[in-house]
Structures are given as C-alpha cells and as structure tokens.
C-alpha cells in the first residue's frame, strides 16, 4: 500500500474512535443550532439502512418537530423535558407489536419488500416458528415478543447516533419516560396506527450548548472480554 | 468553508453512508482473511464506548477462537454454525441478569465507574427504581429485565458492525440459536460468572467468500418516517 493511502487508513481509523468519544448523552442542547437537512436524512438513512432480525425492519420513526406536541411530550416524559426545547430534531422511535411468525405484516413484508419467492418464504417462516417459538421462547407473552422488536429499534437507534456523531452531530438516547402515558399520547393522536406500534426509545439529536461536566467513563476492555 | 475542507466533509458524509450499504448480513466467510489485531481492537473499542441505560454497561464479550469450542457452539447454534467456519473473529455478547436498581452491580457501578459522589448515587437511584418500576414495568418478571439488558447489548452490537463495514470488514449479527443449549454450553465452562450474565446476541466477523447474491432490500425513508 502506498504511504498517503496508508496514511489516510490511519486517520480514518482515528476518526472512527474520535466519534465514539465526542458522543456523550447530551444534557442540554443549543436550541439555536439546527442540523442541516442534508446531514439529518444521512442519520435517517443509518437508521433505515440498519439490520433487524430477519431483514423485517420493525419500527418507524416519528420525528417531533411541532413545538405544541413537544410540550405535550415534554410535560409526561420527563427525561426528555430539557431535551425537548433545544434539540434540532427529536425522534421517537416505534417497535412493531404484530412480529409473530405468521403475521400478515412478516409475510406481506417478505413478498414485497425482500422480494422472497413463495417457496423460499415457506421455508424461512418454518425456521422462523422454531425461533420465536422453542429457540428463544418469546411467544410466551406480548411483553416479551415486543421487547425483542424493540431490541431490534436499538440497533438503529445506535447507527443514528454514530452516524452524527461522525458529522459532529450530538445526540442523546432516552428511555426515562412513563410507556403508558407516552403510548397514551401517542394513540390519541393517531400516531400508532390503530396498535400496529408502541413507543421503544426515543433520541434526541442537535448541537450541544456546552461540553459535558464530566468525562467518560467506561470500564477497561479486560473488563469485559474474554477471549476463548 | 474553503472548498477543499467542504468537497473532504462530501466526502466523508459518502464515506458513512456507503459503509451503511456495504454491510450485509454475510452468509459465509473466507477462512484465509484475518482481521488485523489493531482493526479488531477498534471494533471492541466501538462496543465498550457504546452507549447503555445510565451508563452501566451491562455486558460482556466472549471472542470465540478456539476451534475446539467453535465446533462445540457451531453444534448447537445452528444459525451460526457457517459462519463459525470462516469467520476471522466470532464474539457471543453477554448481558447482565443482576440489573435491578438496587443491585450490587449497579451500586457497585456507580461508585467505582462512573465515580458519582454518593449522594448524587442516591438520588440517581431514585429516579431509576421508578424508571424500572413504574415507568417500564419491567420487574414483573426476569425475562423481562434480562431483555431490557439486552436491548442495550444491541446498541454495541450496531455501533461494532458499524465500525467493522467502515474499515471494509464484515459481519453477521446472529440471534438464531437455540436459548437454552447455548446458556447451558457457556455455564458448563463458566464462562457466565455463576449466573451473572445470559447469552444475548452473537456477531460474527471477518470477510465475505463473495458477495452477496441478493441485493440490499428495504422499505422507503416515505413508508417509515412521520413529521409531526
């Protein structure tokens, strides 16, 4: 390899790592800063293009851009309150609730969006029963088949949150707010399509007003691998 | 913005979101690419900075590269027995059992990780037994809380492929495996720390044997983006 490829290799490594270390959980946002549009579909399109078990995409994104539904939100998920006012863009993300085997969403999901030939969907549906079912027992309640959508949601929500941090975008993952009042909100006003959804996570994204009063901390990497 | 740093930051927005297309979950690897030791580490680096639910990393990576134990697990998990084949690095992600909010752990944690004085530990405990409590409900059973756990696994499960696909290295997440065997497997061997930790995804890495034969599919930014 050539010294300036090599070199440049290096510097993109570097600032890999230096992205994982600018993104901290973001107390309070410069509410005067927005994210440009071009960089807030690029976090969009980590989140779409995101892995989800079986490809299925379980999840939508609802981006809280009216101040009067802020308010509203603000006023029962009050880990999201200071967030709220100053983030350039607030998302909450939604876990699918119908993620059983033999939903009409997985097969609708697998015809016309992956595309799979009738034969090849038989066969993965069949596998796909034995994994929900005696792999991972998660058809034993609601609770749990939609926690294992909202497992999926994470991983979007992680891509969402590097990708701006690479464009030195901060952000900020919330859970602190009461699920039923939220799920309330959000069913009165429509937003969950008739019980198709229910709220997983939410993130906040903008610039923030000023760096964080503490540093990171994390434990050190013998502390948590090992190697077999 | 002078017209060089400007065409360099297009260059880099391009950058993050062609790593976001060449990431596919890999079928079969090619057995004679390894990972370089100074490429893996900053893939473990992207999963120990990731974030988690009050910054307590409640997780742990066991890298499997014994072929001995990579037969044993490919016996067992079925989803992952190719790639345990060819993959260059093959990590199975714990995630905590112990994640109440008065746990040793977490208590523990707070003290000497996130080095918070005691009476902020305090009041942070507070607010976290209502999160768990009321909030999410999510002491009503230990699946439950184990999957509330896992979820955050999901997060540096995202942010390692992510920064895998950036470096050109691919990867393959890996739920299809059956529960109960693989938990039985690594608590034969001790690897789970006497009921500390349960199994709760696994990522395969290295490099693909050829390319995918499907192309990436997946719904419109339309079908799952709402303003509001």
New interface residues.
């Given amino acids: 390899m050539r010294r300036d490829s090599m070199s440049k290799l290096m510097m993109?490594?570097q600032?890999?790592?230096d992205a994982?270390?600018f993104?901290h959980?973001t107390k309070e946002y410069d509410a005067n800063k927005k994210i440009s549009e071009?960089?807030f579909?690029?976090i969009?399109?980590?989140?779409?293009?995101?892995?989800s078990?079986y490809?299925l995409?379980p999840?939508?994104?609802?981006?809280?851009?009216?101040p009067e539904?802020r308010e509203r939100l603000a006023k029962i998920a009050s880990g999201a309150e200071v967030k709220l006012k100053g983030a350039s863009h607030f998302i909450i993300i939604l876990a699918r609730v119908d993620m059983r085997y033999d939903s009409e969403y997985i097969i609708n999901h697998m015809k016309t969006?992956?595309?799979m030939p009738d034969n090849m969907i038989e066969m993965v549906l069949k596998?796909f029963k034995e994994?929900q079912e005696?792999?991972?027992?998660m058809l034993?309640n609601e609770?749990?088949l939609f926690?294992?959508a909202?497992?999926?949601t994470?991983?979007?929500?992680?891509?969402m949150?590097?990708?701006a941090a690479?464009?030195g975008i901060d952000s900020t993952?919330i859970?602190?707010?009461?699920?039923d009042d939220v799920h309330a909100l959000l069913e009165s006003?429509g937003?969950l399509e008739n019980g198709t959804y229910k709220p997983s996570?939410m993130a906040a994204f903008g610039y923030r007003k000023e760096d964080p009063q503490?540093p990171?901390?994390?434990?050190t990497?013998n502390e948590?691998?090992?190697?077999?």
Same sequence: chains 1, 2.
């Fill in positions: 993109k490594k600032e890999i790592l994982f270390y993104r959980a071009e960089d579909h690029l969009l399109e980590a989140g779409r293009l995101s892995p078990s490809g995409e999840w939508k994104f609802l981006i809280v851009q009216s539904f969006i992956r595309k596998g994994f005696t792999k991972w027992k034993d609770r749990t926690d294992w909202s497992k999926q994470y991983i979007a929500l992680a891509n949150m590097t990708a690479q464009m993952p859970e602190g707010f009461h699920f006003e937003l996570v503490r990171k901390t994390r434990k990497l948590i691998v090992q190697w077999i």
